[in-house]
Structures are given as structure tokens and as C-alpha cells.
């Protein structure tokens, strides 16, 4: 039997791999009472033979690592979107994002007992993506959590 190999659609992966860094906007929200700003690293890699991406994020505040997430991102040939699965160090059980492109912004919309949660990655500019996160309690109203600017790390 022949392996299965990966699509377009999971080509598109390899816009977000790789170590990234970027300076973060944190707004104030009832997680952040102050907000500020943040540097944020990411390692992304392809894994699986192309079929996923593994995303590793920390978040660092006046010298120190404040936040970490680890998130699994696939798609979906059947529903015909990306997935994401994420975990974080404020003891996420698991949430799972899903979204498609629209030209070179992917945006995933998730929902739990909190509410809804929005991130978006744009990869209209040259050498890097812009990332925004919002939430939303009714999915109908978004506020901006976080956003920042990232470039790739040579």
C-alpha cells in the first residue's frame, strides 16, 4: 500500500516553520488587569511526514518566561479546515481551534466555558507575520488579548 502524502493545504505549514521572535502588545483584560509588553519565541517544526505542525511558544516579561503553550495544528481533509490543539502552562485542558486561510490570514475560533477565543496569523508581510489574539464571551463582540510582530531568527 502506497503512504498517503501531504496536500497543498499542508504545505502551507511551512509559513510558520521554523524559531520565530517577536514584541507583544498585551491588553488589559481580566486575565492581564495591566496588560504591557512581552517578547514571544516560537520553535515550529513539521513533523509526521508533513501531516502536522508542532508549535512551541514561550512568553517572557522583564526577564522571565511568564507563559508556555504547545499546540498540535493539522488539516482536516474531511471538514475541510485546519485544527489546532492546544495546551498551555495556565492548565488548558486541551482547547481545539478551527479555521482556514482567507488569502494569507489563517484564522481559528475556539470555544469553552470562558467563552470564544480568536487567533489570527497573518503572512501578508515579507520576512515575518503579524499574530493577533481576541476573545469574545458571546462570539459576537471581540476584544484584542495579545498581538505582536514576529520575524523569523536566521
Keep these: 500500500m ?3 502524502k501531504p496536500g497543498e493545504s499542508h504545505q502551507k505549514f511551512s509559513l510558520l516553520a521554523g524559531r520565530w521572535t517577536g514584541q507583544e502588545r498585551i ?4 486575565w492581564d488587569p495591566k496588560g504591557g509588553t512581552a517578547t514571544g519565541r516560537s520553535n515550529n517544526r ?9 508549535h512551541d ?7 522571565a ?5 504547545h499546540g498540535v495544528l ?3 481533509g474531511q471538514g475541510q479546515c485546519y485544527r489546532m ?5 495556565m492548565g488548558s485542558p486541551g482547547h481545539e481551534y478551527k479555521g482556514g486561510f482567507e488569502g494569507s490570514v489563517l484564522k481559528m475560533t475556539s470555544q469553552g466555558p470562558q467563552g470564544h477565543s480568536r487567533v489570527i496569523w497573518d503572512f501578508s508581510q515579507t520576512g515575518g507575520y503579524r499574530f493577533k489574539m481576541e476573545y469574545s464571551r458571546d462570539g459576537q463582540q471581540w476584544h484584542t488579548f495579545m498581538e505582536g510582530d ?5
Excluded at 46 to 54: E, P, Q, S, T
Excluded at 57 to 63: D, P, V
Design 85 to 89: 490543539h492546544w495546551w498551555d502552562s
Design 46 to 54: 513539521i513533523a509526521l511526514d508533513g501531516f502536522v505542525l508542532l
Design 2 to 4: 502506497e503512504m498517503p
Design 27 to 30: 491588553s488589559p483584560s481580566p
Design 74 to 76: 493539522s488539516y482536516d
Design 57 to 63: 511558544y514561550e512568553q517572557e516579561r522583564n526577564g
Design 150 to 154: 514576529y520575524n523569523r531568527e536566521e
Design 65 to 69: 518566561v511568564t507563559f508556555r503553550g
